[in-house]
């Protein structure tokens, strides 16, 4: 896989801290005819570019987080069938999920191997956030938000993952949990995690 063609400017990319790499593998996701379900291509392009900076700086105000200056984030918009494959080779669970991130370091949990399949140098690389867009257009009509609205949380939720922070205990979750509010109602997104509405796998 590689991630290429929509990266921002220099000049953006500079601002943002994050730059990043988006590559859409689903024509569902730049359907500007389908606006209720999807959007176009540069509206996504437009609204990553205004999530990454308000990630950036919840982080930097975290005691525990931090940004590389030089680290790319390679943001892949596809759908069940090839997220379901992803999921299955690499967390050894056999159906679709709404967003997978694989870091560019190894883990416990994933190797490297996904990251070097990619035509971007590893030292440059952050990792990878890869979503979903039927899960998450089911999960959007589900908990009655908007499919931006979950894709935003979705990809926040990813980057997260790739700066270091988990959800395996209470605490960790409330840390998570606490950035992705303060991100999102950043960029005018209600809690993702209010009462009855069930947040990323």
């Not at 950036?56 to 987080?65: E, L, M, S, T």
């Not at 883990?107 to 070097?116: P, R, S």
């Not at 956030?129 to 999960?139: D, G, M, N, S, W």
């Amino acid at each position: 896989m590689t991630c290429s063609s929509d990266s921002p400017t220099k000049s953006a990319r500079d601002a943002l801290q994050m730059p990043f790499a988006l590559q859409i593998k689903d024509e569902r996701w730049a359907a500007s005819a389908s606006a209720s379900a999807s959007a176009s291509a540069s509206d996504w392009h437009d609204m990553i570019s205004l999530v990454l900076p308000l990630l950036c700086d919840a982080v930097a105000k975290d005691p525990q987080g931090s940004v590389s200056n030089g680290g790319e984030v390679c943001l892949v918009l596809t759908n069940d069938t090839e997220i379901k494959a992803l999921n299955k080779t690499w967390r050894g669970k056999d159906g679709p999920t709404n967003v997978l991130s694989f870091p560019a370091e190894p883990d416990e949990e994933f190797g490297v191997e996904y990251i070097q399949d990619t035509d971007i140098a590893q030292d440059r690389v952050l990792g990878d956030v890869v979503l979903a867009f039927e899960t998450i257009t089911r999960e959007a009509a589900e908990q009655e938000k908007t499919f931006r609205n979950h894709a935003a949380h979705l990809l926040v939720h990813g980057v997260l993952h790739l700066l270091g922070y988990d959800h395996q205990t209470d605490e960790e979750a409330g840390q998570m949990e606490g950035l992705e509010r303060n991100i999102l109602a950043s960029f005018d997104v209600a809690d993702p995690y209010a009462p009855a509405l069930p947040g990323p796998d």
